[in-house]
């Protein structure tokens, strides 16, 4: 069946289709907090159609999800599988979520990066069938298709070095090349008041090499709680303990050539040691360096009514606050504002809204999720009773946010508007971490060349110690492990069929048996086959396995880049202490609708052909089933 093969009855349900995207909201804390009398329009939403769970996608993770969302089709189809895929070439752990244009030998800008995501959007039907139609902030849609539709990606857009985002620290103290984003530091010395440093920007091709541009930053200090600062001749001023506004900034790119980004500053401190964090240098949507929406002018026009914002696929900046270059309270600003961005933007385009289709999709409630649920959780390692009293207002403050925008929305609605409020996946505590590639050598699927100690920094990533010729099985990503077949892996020593068959249930068989050393708890829910879970073209690229872990347990970090430390398990240290990519059965997420639907156990990929039907059309080929 062809992808654009769509069916039209004629008799459209609806003249206006609204969309709002909450991402991870769990539907556990979202009743418990509608019981509450806490998110009365929920509560009205729900009086109005209805409120459940619904099923996310395997696994439970946003750039997964969002795809089977948009798509209405299962990762076999649209292609994303996890935020890392692997190079088949040398096995080398790749972004999913953005790729570059091998192809683009004269870097022209409007093929710079190719898409991600395989297939049409509901938005691309809607569109081509002349129904209006503007989708803001989606994931995966970066580089976006260039049609009638209007739209502003999301997850998957890169800072304008064209990776996905490395932010800036500047200090006079002396930092530990061994500290964890030691990388991201730039040494300072204060010559009186002043401090001359400079703004990294894009590789600029010199005759052997590849430098970074630079623009130089002047910094004045103004007193024990303020700077100013010069990028260009143009003075902007900081305070301590506050967000600058946002500072626009030209690299020189070689004859004739510029790009501008944009960038905040937060001050941490002047005395006793000078610290000032900087945002990673985002695109300029007055100025893209990249497409970052279609039509192209799309972004400008958006900045043109709101003014500057990030655009960064994801902005909200957890790394700073893991390895303390910012603090909660500079993270809890930094969301708010980057919700009130977007929540800009849809006001924007709801108040000129006269019929068709209108999608927009809000992140930050799971970014602040990731940071704060330890004060959701007195069994994590890292809970702290007065941390949580300090800061376990933070979650519910963020759904309350979310219920009052849903609130302004539901001003919009009348009898000629269907409404759909979701989130692509529920959320839980991350206590225990899993090296899945640990796990794999000592049950004999994968051989290493040395013994692992401790100072292998992450455990041996990259696989640098893995023999190949002795190994049947690896893993990377967040849960996807591989088999090493002959004849598609570059030393593939399984054969595909019965062989790969046997050693796939041989680690079924034995992985769903492992428990915590520490308390004996069951650490994995399922291994899920490829071909049980998945369908379509595309499912050839898939892992051949995916681990669905139990609650508390996740992939570690080091796993997800071909990592094999010491210990099987160990505690989440980290702030990043929630989290969801464990089995999807725990995680679903939430459907609020204002008309009923029809089936009691709706999945996120129900929701492209609804989107369709309420306008009286169907397309073939989709997965998920209309709800009404």
Known sequence: MQENSVRTTGNPKYKRVILIGMDGLDPKITASLMEQGQLPNFVKLKQMGGFSPMATSNPAQSPVAWASIATGKNPGHHGIFDFLGRRISDYMPELAILRMNPKNVFAKREAMFLPV???????????????????????????????????????????????????????????????????????????????KTFISGPNVAKLTTREAAKVDLNITITGDSGI??????????????????????????GLMKSATGIVKFYLNDVNPEFELYMTPVQINPK???????????????????????????????????????TDEEAFITMCDEIVEEQ????????????????????????????????TKDPSHPLYDKAYAEK?????????????????????????????MVFSDHGFSTFRRTVNINTWLVQN?????????????KDGGGLFQFVDWKKTSAYALGFGSIY????????????????????????????????????????????????????SGEQTANSPDLVVGFEDGFRTSWQTAIGGAPVDLMEDNLKKWTGDHIIDPSIVPGILL????????????????????????????????KTLI
Not at 123 to 141: A, C, E, G, H, V
Not at 228 to 253: H, N, P, T
Not at 503 to 526: H, M, Q, W, Y
């Open 593 to 624: 609708t204002n008309f009923q639907i029809n089936n009691s156990e709706p999945g996120l990929m129900d929701i492209a052909p609804t989107v369709l039907s309420c306008f009286g059309m169907t397309a073939e080929g989709m997965d998920g």
């Open 391 to 419: 800061y376990g207002h933070v979650i519910d403050d963020y759904s309350r946010k979310m219920d009052r925008i849903l609130g302004e929305v539901m001003k919009h609605v009348d009898d000629t508007t269907a409404l």
């Open 444 to 456: 004999g699927f994968m051989t290493l060349t040395k013994k692992i100690t401790k100072e292998d």
């Open 343 to 374: 929540e800009k933007m849809l006001w924007y385009e709801l108040n000129k809204f006269k019929e068709g289709l209108l999608a927009s999709a809000f992140f930050s409630t799971d970014r602040i999720q990731h940071i704060f649920w330890v």
């Open 483 to 534: 088999l090493n077949i002959k004849g598609r892996e570059k030393s593939g020593i399984v054969g595909a069929g019965e062989e790969a068959d046997a050693v796939s249930n041989d680690i079924i068989e034995k992985f769903t048996k492992l428990t915590d050393p520490k308390d004996g708890r069951s650490a994995v829910r399922n291994v899920y086959k490829s071909r049980d879970i998945y």
């Open 287 to 325: 100025d893209p360096a990249f497409v970052i929406s279609s039509p192209d002018e799309y972004v400008k026009e958006l900045a043109e009514q709101v003014g500057l914002f990030y655009t960064l696929g994801m902005p909200e900046d957890t790394k700073a606050v893991e390895e303390g270059r």
């Open 228 to 253: 100013e600062m010069d990028v260009d001749g143009r003075k902007v001023r900081a305070d301590k303990g506050q967000w600058s506004e946002w500072i626009e900034v030209k690299f020189k790119l």
């Open 117 to 195: 995501m395989h297939g049409n959007a509901f938005w691309d039907y809607t569109s081509d069938n002349n129904i209006p139609s503007t989708i803001l902030k989606w994931p995966m849609t970066f580089q976006p298709k260039q049609n009638r539709a209007k739209l502003y990606s999301g997850l998957g857009v890169p800072d304008i070095k064209g990776g996905l985002g490395r932010y800036a620290f500047y200090t006079t103290k002396d930092i530990s090349k061994n500290e964890e984003g030691s990388e991201k530091v730039i040494k300072v010395k204060a010559n009186g008041n002043s401090i």
